[in-house]
C-alpha cells in the first residue's frame, strides 16, 4: 500500500513539473510587447528609419558571435523588444568602448545606445530613459559558509581587490575610508588574487561575475555581500530627437517587469559551471537523503497511529479552519479601514512605482480609482527624480528612529498643487519590500495658518498705532501741562523767594523734579514709538546703534546704504523691532566685543543682518523658554519674509532678515 501511494505522489509531482515547465515555454513563446504609435510618431519613425543603434563590445551586454555571425546579449534581447514594440527597423553599429561611441553621436552616426549610466556628461550628449537594468556591485568570497559580510566591520588587515580606476573604487574610498584597498585592471585578477590567498575579498560588478563564474576555476567563491552601489542601465538618445526619447520611454513601460527581470536572469545568471563537483553539494545530497529516510519513518508511524489521532486533529482542523475565518474577516475590516481613511495611503516599489492606493490618495490626487497604481511618483512630486527617491528608500530601509516626515506640495491630476504632509515608512510585505507613503491634506491646517499670521499682523499694527497715538498725547499733553507748571514755578520764585529764603529753596527742587519729570515723559514717548522713525529705517538704525553703545559701552558698526528706498510704517516699525530685541539678545547673552549692523537691497529684497562676535550658541538646543526668536520670527513671517540664523557654541551669532520691498504704488 505505501509502495503504491508513493508512486502515485512520484508521478503526480513528475507530471505537474512537466506541465508547469511546458506552460511557462508557451507563455514565454506568446509573451510579445504591444503599444500604440500615434500617427506623427509612426511618421518620425518611417522618416528616420531604420534607427541606428550603437553597442559597446563587453560580455553579456552584447557581444559578436563569430560563428553564426550575430549579436547577443541582454542590451541586444532588449532593443529587439523595443524594436518590436515600436514596430521599427534597426541599423547595428558596434565599438570597442564608450569613448568611440560617443565619438561616433559627435559625428551624426548614431540615433540611440542602451546600456549606458545617466551622468552629468552624458546629459549634455544624450537624452536617457527611465533606468531598464539594476546591476550590482557584489562583494565576493571563499565559499566557507560564514554568511553576509559587511564592509563596515570590516578590518584594515582584510585586503579588498577592487577594478581601478572607476566609480566603484572612489564610491569605497570615500565610504569606507577604514578599507585596506588593492587596485586591478580586470575583474578576473581580482578573483585570481582571492584563489591566490593574496586577497579576503573582491568588488566585482554583478554582470561580469556570471561571466566569471561559468569557468570552473572560479567554482570555490561565493557571493558574501552587496555595496549597496547598484548601475542603473538606461537608454540613451540623441539630444536632438526628443521625440525619440518619447517613445523610447513609452516602449520600455509597455515592456512587462516580468520580462525584463527574465533578461536579467538569462544573461546575468550567478551559478557556478562545476558546482556538482563541491563536497557541500554531497553532504547535501547525504542529508536530503536522510530526511527522506526519516520522512518515510514519519509516514509509516503516522498510518500506524492514524486511527487514533483521527479525532484530534479533525479538532485541530476545526480551530484551524475558525482560526483562518476570524483572520480573513481582520484582514477585511483592515483592508475596509485602509480603503476608507481619510488619509491617503500608497504601497511604492523600489522603482518609484505605485503598487497599491486606497480611495483617499486617488481623491487627493484628483485620478480616478485604478488610475495611480502603476505610475511613478515623478508624476505627483516633479522633483522627485530617481537618485532622490532611492536616497529616501535606502533612508528608511536603514532608519531606527520612526518614519521620515516632511512636507510638500503634490501635483494632482488637473495641474493644481496640494499642499500635503508626508510620512515614509518601510514595509516587508510576503517577502516584498514597500515604502508606505502616507499623505495628509493641510490645505484648511495652512490657510487657518495663513488666516492667524493675518490676525496677528493686524493686531499689531493696531498695537503699534495704540503706542503711538498714547506716544503723542503723553508727549504732546503731558508736555504741555509740566511747561505750564514750570512757568508757574518760576513765576511764584521771582515773586515771592525774597519773602521767605527757605521757599526759594524749595521751589528750585520743584523745578529739578520737573525736569526730571520732562525728560522722564520723553523716553516713555520715545519708548512707545521713537520719533526717529519718521526720518527713515536708516536713520533709526543709527539712533538705536548709538542708544545700544551708550549703554553696553560696546562698539557697534553699522552700515546703511545711501539712497535706500522708503518702507512703509508696518515694515519700518517690524524692522526696527526685530533690530531692539536682536541687540536685547546680545546684551543679555552674547558677552560680546563687537557688533556689526548692516542694511542691503539684493532681488527687491531689504536684508538686515545683526552679527556679533560672543559666546554663540547651539540653535538645535536653545531654550524652549526663550520667546525673543519666536517673536522676531513671527514677525518677519508677518510682513511676508524669512529669518536665517547662523551660530555656533564658541563662533558667535548671526542673524538674517530678508523682508520684501513694498509693492510700487503702495503708501504706508
Known sequence: MIAVVRGLFIGSLAALLMLVAVGARAEQAQSSV????????????????????????????????????????????????????????????????????????????????????????????????????RVSQLLVGERDGGGTVDLETLDSLSRVVVRMPGATADYLRTNFPHLNLQGVPLERQALQLLLSQQARYAVVDEAQLSRLFREPEFAGLAIVGDIGLPQLLRIASRRDAPELAAMLGDALLAIPAKEL?????????????????????????????????????????WQRRMQQTLEQQLLDAREDIARRLAGEEALRLAQFSID????????????????????????????????????????????????????????????????????????RADGSRLPTDVSLSFLRFRDAEYLVVFLSDVSERRRAHEQLRELSAHLESVREEEKARIAREVHDELGQMLTVLKLETSMCELAYADLDPGLSDRLNSMKRLIAQLFQLVRDVA???????????????IEWQARRFEERTQIPCLVLVPDNLPALSDARAIGLFRILQEALTNVMRHAAAHSVQISLTLADNLVCLSI?????????????????????????????????????????????HIYIPLDPVGVSA
Request: with cysteine; net charge negative; aromatic share 8%.
Open 261 to 301: 527581470d527574465q533578461l536579467h536572469a538569462r544573461w546575468m545568471p550567478l551559478t557556478s559551471s562545476r558546482f556538482s563537483e563541491s563536497t557541500a553539494l554531497w553532504k547535501n545530497l547525504c542529508l536530503l537523503l536522510l530526511v527522506m529516510l526519516l520522512a518515510c519513518l514519519a509516514i509509516v508511524i
Open 340 to 411: 476608507q481613511s481619510t488619509v491617503g495611503i500608497l504601497w511604492v516599489n523600489w522603482d518609484s512605482r505605485v503598487r497599491y492606493a486606497n480611495r483617499a490618495a486617488e481623491a487627493m490626487l484628483g485620478y480616478p480609482q485604478g488610475a495611480v497604481v502603476d505610475r511613478p511618483l515623478i508624476d505627483f512630486e516633479p522633483g522627485l527624480h530617481m537618485d532622490r527617491w532611492l536616497n529616501l528608500w535606502r533612508n528608511a530601509r536603514s532608519s531606527e528612529d520612526g518614519p521620515q516626515v516632511f512636507e510638500t506640495n503634490c501635483l
Open 611 to 655: 552679527a556679533d562676535d560672543g559666546q554663540g550658541f547651539d540653535p538645535l538646543a536653545a531654550r524652549p523658554t526663550s520667546f525673543g526668536l519666536v517673536g522676531m520670527r513671527e514677525r518677519v513671517l508677518m510682513l511676508g519674509g524669512r529669518l536665517e540664523l547662523d551660530s555656533e557654541p564658541g563662533e558667535g551669532t548671526a542673524l
Open 34 to 133: 504591444q503599444m500604440s504609435l500615434g500617427q506623427e510618431q509612426r511618421r518620425w519613425l518611417d522618416q528616420h528609419g531604420p534607427l541606428r543603434v550603437g553597442v559597446v563590445l563587453r560580455a553579456p551586454y552584447a557581444q559578436f558571435d563569430q560563428r553564426l555571425q550575430q549579436l547577443s546579449g541582454a542590451n541586444i534581447d532588449l532593443m529587439n523588444a523595443v524594436a518590436s514594440a515600436l514596430k521599427a527597423d534597426l541599423s547595428w553599429r558596434t565599438y570597442t568602448d564608450q569613448a568611440a561611441l560617443e565619438k561616433a553621436l559627435v559625428a551624426g552616426e548614431l540615433d540611440l545606445a542602451p546600456g549606458l549610466m545617466q551622468t552629468p556628461a552624458g546629459l549634455r550628449l544624450w537624452l536617457f530613459s527611465d533606468p531598464y537594468l
Open 526 to 540: 520715545t519708548a512707545l514709538r521713537p520719533p526717529i522713525l519718521d526720518a527713515g529705517i536708516a536713520s533709526a
